[in-house]
């Protein structure tokens, strides 16, 4: 399902094949929370910004329109237009993430919609019957992400429920992949690796995991409140132990500088809302690192947002006319920044991969890393 192309050192070259279309890794998952990325902008936009996968989130889309809905709408292929690609994400983090409203069980969790309080159950197998409905290409397994940090003993509690859960989704999605009505029979199951910041747990969950054969494996509960050090120690920690011939997903994260230190480290596939949340406080990032639209500076400034960018806002429109927008509160601002946003983080991600191609990478992560991270 995976075919490594070349390797330098960790970072690995490759080509993910999928029932929605092959992509190429490493590579950048744009979030789509609720069938739409935040800023007025579409699924065919994102052709136009070079992604590859959309991500969509289970708890949101449960909840509204409803899984259900979304299904007799062709899944979410059907319902937003986008043929490429999609992964959904179990609900898991949206569920803990309601820390107030939530009951954990060994059966699933009760909770309370953020929407109007009604009570909610969500097991492993609820997990897999919303997103059989959605349609996804690539399904997550319910899990638990605990706060970082976290009680050893209490991580090493949830890191061993979170694997009975996981045996039980692989069950399940393999009975919703056998019926005749299933949207996508073909949907992927990637399981999780959690344990804190605890390597010991780290290493222990990823090799029983491993075990099960999944069809990808994700790195859970980072960029949760520990250090970025611990993150990257936990990542150089699993990766020896995650398959080699399947994905790997590092979730939820993050700058460009972490995206160039996770590819460093075995990581094949990213997300984060941080692209477009940024951009629509007019916070961009470019190849010289970032700049904060609000500022003065920019009120007369003629040059796109980031001088040799191809996005269809950087072809176009100049800082400080975007600068004009948001403080005319036109929609318009965002809109365009989120395009150039998501068009920066994965035209960085198609450069790392020329970059593994030409054998250049070390240097590529050299004079990237820190720069790109870097405030204007």
């Not at 992560?365 to 790109?372: A, H, R």
């Amino acid at each position: 399902m995976l075919k490594i192309i070349s390797t330098t050192g960790a970072a690995r070259r490759g080509e993910f094949r999928t029932v929605h279309g092959t992509v190429q890794t490493p590579a950048f998952m744009n979030v789509a929370t609720c069938g739409a990325i935040k800023g007025a902008v579409s699924a065919p936009d994102l052709r136009d910004l070079n992604c590859q996968v959309m991500l969509c989130n289970t708890y949101h889309l449960h909840l509204r329109p409803g899984d259900k809905v979304v299904k007799e709408l062709g899944g979410l292929h059907g319902m937003t237009r986008w043929d490429k690609p999609i992964l959904t994400d179990s609900g898991g983090f949206q569920v803990f993430s309601l820390a107030s409203l939530r009951k954990i069980h060994e059966e699933g969790v009760y909770f309370a919609s953020h929407i109007d309080g009604r009570r909610i159950f969500m097991g492993p197998e609820e997990s897999m019957q919303i997103q059989s409905n959605l349609g996804s290409t690539i399904a997550m397994a319910f899990d638990e992400c605990v706060e970082n940090p976290s009680e050893y003993n209490y991580a090493k509690q949830s890191c061993e429920r979170t694997y009975r859960w996981l045996v039980r989704c692989k069950t399940e999605r393999e009975r919703l992949n056998s019926q005749e009505d299933t949207l996508n029979p073909n949907q992927l199951l990637f399981g999780i690796n959690q344990g804190s910041i605890y390597d010991d747990l780290r290493v222990e969950n990823m090799q029983k995991i491993a075990e099960l054969d999944l069809d990808g494996y994700a790195i859970g509960g980072l960029a949760v409140g520990e250090t970025k050090e611990d993150m990257y120690r936990i990542i150089s920690a699993v990766e020896p132990f995650a398959p080699q011939d399947k994905p790997r997903y590092l979730m939820g994260v993050g700058t460009p500088g972490n995206i160039i230190e996770g590819v460093s480290r075995g990581v094949d596939l990213f997300d984060c809302v941080m692209p477009s949340r940024n951009a629509r406080h007019g916070h961009l990032f470019t190849m010289e690192g970032i700049i904060n639209l609000n500022n003065a500076k920019y009120e007369k400034d003629i040059n796109p947002i980031d001088i040799g960018c191809d996005c269809p806002t950087c072809r176009q429109f100049s800082r400080a006319y975007i600068r004009h927008l948001f403080k005319a509160k036109e929609m318009l601002a965002m809109r365009l920044c989120v395009m150039h946003n998501l068009h920066f983080y994965n035209s960085l991600l198609k450069k790392i991969r020329d970059a593994l191609d030409k054998g250049e990478f070390e240097a590529f992560k050299n004079s990237y890393v820190d720069l790109l991270d870097t405030r204007i």
